[in-house]
């Protein structure tokens, strides 16, 4: 990724969208650790074991969900901070995922009999991780609002 601080503008490409744009503030949303470490987290578990055309990683699907979760943003008329926000939900949503995805879930509950979805781990990181605080700024609040299922539209 790009790392001059004076860029407005990012741009990435996915093999199925084509050329997904990122703003300033979604690229360095990109750059911190639990984002970056979702690229060593395959989207499919071990499906590629039987299909090993399916692989993909939680990263490639957070910037699906983003490009996807911004035309759907411009089809409904959201404001552009609505639209900020979910966008940076959708980029983040994923970010609580641990190794073997939804499995994962399933060993931590049998390790220590606590039963913490990834979206309650998403929301922890959300809130608790310097680096997403610090690239989220004022709108890390937003964001936790969009994945709590909480409206945008006043």
Do not use: W
């Not at 969900?65 to 552009?80: E, F, P, S, V």
């Amino acid at each position: 990724m790009p790392t001059s601080s004076n860029r407005e503008e990012y741009t990435v490409r996915d093999p199925l969208y084509g050329f997904v744009d990122l703003t300033a503030r979604e690229n360095r949303i990109l750059d911190t650790f639990p984002l970056q470490r979702l690229a060593r987290i395959k989207q499919l578990a071990h499906t590629y074991i039987v299909y090993p055309s399916a692989v993909h990683t939680r990263l490639e699907h957070s910037l699906g969900t983003l490009n996807t979760a911004g035309r759907m943003c411009d089809q409904l008329g959201l404001r552009k901070d609505e639209k900020e926000a979910v966008r940076a939900a959708a980029l983040l949503h994923d970010v609580g995922h641990g190794p073997f995805s939804h499995l994962f879930e399933e060993i931590m509950r049998a390790v220590n009999g606590e039963s913490h979805g990834h979206e309650e781990v998403t929301r922890l990181i959300i809130e608790h991780d310097s680096s997403v605080r610090q690239a989220l700024g004022a709108l890390r609040a937003e964001v936790l609002n969009v994945l709590d299922g909480n409206s945008l539209l006043s």
